[in-house]
């Protein structure tokens, strides 16, 4: 098992930055991949990024694609997921998740998740 935690969020103006971090425990990172996805009241959970277990391989959903990076320390257990010129529809519960699975971006290939973490962005 693997324990997630997910801290970092917060209110934000349009245009400006969060960093969200998620503290592993219970097994090392290093044997998964990680990802972040997002929930917006009234919709689905959705796929926002994935790093592989190296941070070699990386995807993005194309609505954060050039505003948010995905990275990890594997020596910290730790993943991060800096937003960027964040905009009022990145409003969600940003949740990080593993998966023994590769490259994956369905949240059903993920059996490991954290709490959540609210990121609101004002207009």
């Known amino acids: 098992q693997v324990q997630l935690v997910e801290s970092g969020g917060g209110l934000v103006q349009a245009g400006g930055s969060l960093r969200l971090s998620c503290a592993a425990s219970?097994?090392?990172?290093?044997?998964?991949?990680m990802g972040w996805f997002r929930q917006a009241p009234g919709n689905e959970r959705e796929f926002v990024a994935t790093i592989g277990r190296s941070g070699a391989s990386i995807y993005f959903a194309d609505s954060v694609k050039g505003r948010f990076t995905i990275s990890r320390d594997n020596a910290k257990n730790t993943v991060y997921l800096q937003m960027n010129s964040l905009k009022p529809e990145d409003t969600a519960v940003y949740y990080c998740a593993a998966t023994a699975i590769t490259g994956s971006y369905l949240k059903n290939n993920y059996p490991y998740w954290g709490q959540g973490t609210q990121v609101t962005v004002s207009s």
């Open positions: 219970g097994r090392t990172i290093s044997n998964f991949d």
